[in-house]
């Protein structure tokens, strides 16, 4: 049951990101390969985890490890990508980390003996609360209302933080690492498993890029670009 759901969840929060993707591929000429691109990615992520699932070192570092140079390349090496986020208006961008709120799935996993702990109840907490800070600022948005840049900044880096954390934790309790803190895990991580490999191998690093390209967006609400306003920037 556990696993029905968080496929549902992986899918949902996946699909956010396909259509906000290919909405700016369409409006930003430059960015059209962007959306192939991403689907090609999302296959071998898919294809990595299920042939590593079940192994016993675990494929969900290795995937992590992949996205994670994969997106801090393309963030250095493509103003485009950068001018995008940028421009992207900020209520797309708050809006991803709704999906924030699916932490919960931690604590379930956590009681079903298939999270570790400290990590599920921590990063459950931390994705939640992010979450609902989200649904606040957006609210905020949708009633024409701007909230401050310092309010934005402030939760945005909560959200960053929290992500930073939980990777932390997730990383100590790591069986047959050098830097295991953690010993008392469970046999079969759910996070070495499909769906939920997913998380720490995809939506946990697009989280992160996610809330520098809200910094981008702050940015250029101090310099009086358009961003902030939800107006669009081309590529």
Do not use: C
Not at 50 to 64: D, K, Q
Not at 188 to 194: D, G, R, V
């Amino acid at each position: 049951m556990l696993d029905a759901i968080g496929w549902m969840f992986v899918a949902s929060y996946t699909g956010s990101i396909l259509m906000l993707v290919l909405r700016r591929a369409h409006e930003t000429g430059t960015l059209r390969k962007v959306f192939l691109v991403f689907l090609l990615w999302l296959a071998a992520e898919l294809a990595i985890g299920i042939e590593g699932a079940g192994m016993a070192v675990p494929s969900n570092l290795l995937m992590f490890a992949l996205t994670v140079v994969l997106l801090t390349g393309a963030w250095i090496f493509s103003p485009a990508l950068r001018r995008a986020a940028a421009g992207t208006p900020l209520n797309s961008l708050i809006g991803l980390h709704v999906w924030r709120l699916g932490g919960f799935l931690f604590l379930l996993l956590y009681l079903a003996n298939r999270l570790p702990f400290p990590f599920a109840p921590v990063a459950a907490a931390g994705d939640m609360l992010a979450a609902v800070f989200a649904i606040g600022l957006l609210a905020a948005l949708r009633r024409g209302r701007a909230p401050g840049r310092n309010l934005v900044a402030a939760w945005n880096s909560f959200g960053m933080l929290d992500l930073i954390v939980a990777v932390g934790l997730a990383l100590l309790a790591v069986p047959g690492t050098p830097f295991q803190l953690f010993t008392q895990v469970p046999a079969h991580s759910a996070f070495t498993e499909l769906p939920w490999i997913l998380v720490p191998a995809a939506i946990v690093p697009l989280l992160f890029f996610n809330h520098l390209a809200i910094f981008l967006n702050l940015r250029g609400e101090r310099k009086g670009t358009p961003g902030w306003s939800g107006r669009e920037v081309r590529a």
